[in-house]
């Protein structure tokens, strides 16, 4: 069965220190990976997204993500954290069994950037 | 181009009533999604549709339905609302059904409180 595990409930970061949020995953064939993030009451946004390609993905907001296929990892980082990235993160894979559309999400992993 | 909009944005209702949801997704895009948003369960697919056809189904009870008009608005509906359909409900569309890993975008969703 696909899945994606993030490990973290939450991830405590001073501002201005780097930040890295983890995602792992499970599935079948090549994996479509994404990071969304979603502010309060808010929808999600789009952040990134692996298809093919080069590892290292560089998306918005100055947000980055590696893939590695052999730990099947897709963690989202970022050089320098900012107050206003805190927020609610979402891992995501597609791209199985022809469920392009079909989003499978990680459990999410809350961000809390401190002053 | 204007995003996905979804209405109402607010909703309360009492058990043992339906409730239909309304999504308009962006100019141009022809698959719309449907997920379900709990503090317990995450973000749960629950279908998607493309060119007025339901592409795929995630696994809820048939009360939940929906379908797509010719001019993409989709729609979807739950009938005898229970307790534990309270979520915060949330479309997506994006730009095409066969394009492989294309990014979502997501309306801001709509809160359906189940009293």
């Known amino acids: 069965a696909q899945s994606v595990a993030q490990p973290e409930d939450q991830v405590n970061v001073a501002e201005g220190n780097p930040l890295t949020v983890k995602c792992t995953y499970s599935?079948?064939?090549?994996?479509?990976l994404f990071w969304y993030v979603q502010y309060p009451n808010r929808g999600l946004q789009f952040l990134l997204k692996?298809?093919?390609?080069?590892?290292l993905v560089k998306g918005s907001y100055g947000f980055e993500a590696e893939f590695n296929k052999s730990q099947t990892s897709f963690h989202l980082k970022k050089p320098s954290a900012l107050v206003s990235d805190s927020a609610l993160y979402f891992c995501?894979?597609?791209?199985?069994?022809?469920?392009?559309?079909?989003?499978?999400f990680g459990a999410g992993t809350r961000l809390a950037v401190h002053p | 181009k204007a995003g996905v909009t979804q209405t109402p944005r607010y909703l309360i209702k009492t058990r043992g009533q339906q409730v239909t949801l309304s999504c308009s997704p962006i100019s141009g895009h022809r698959s719309v999604s449907w997920y379900q948003q709990t503090p317990g369960q995450g973000l749960q697919f629950l279908f998607e549709?493309?060119?007025?056809?339901?592409?795929n189904k995630g696994n809820f009870p048939g009360r939940f339905s929906g379908r797509q008009f010719s001019n993409s608005r989709s729609e979807m509906n739950v009938s005898t609302l229970e307790l534990g359909d309270s979520a915060l409900y949330l479309c997506a569309s994006s730009p095409s059904g066969q394009g492989l890993g294309n990014e979502q975008f997501f309306g801001p969703g709509t809160r359906l409180t189940v009293l």
């Open positions: 995501a894979v597609s791209g199985f069994s022809g469920g392009y559309n079909k989003l499978i």
């Open positions: 599935v079948s064939g090549n994996p479509y």
């Open positions: 692996y298809i093919t390609g080069d590892n």
């Open positions: 549709y493309f060119s007025e056809t339901q592409r």
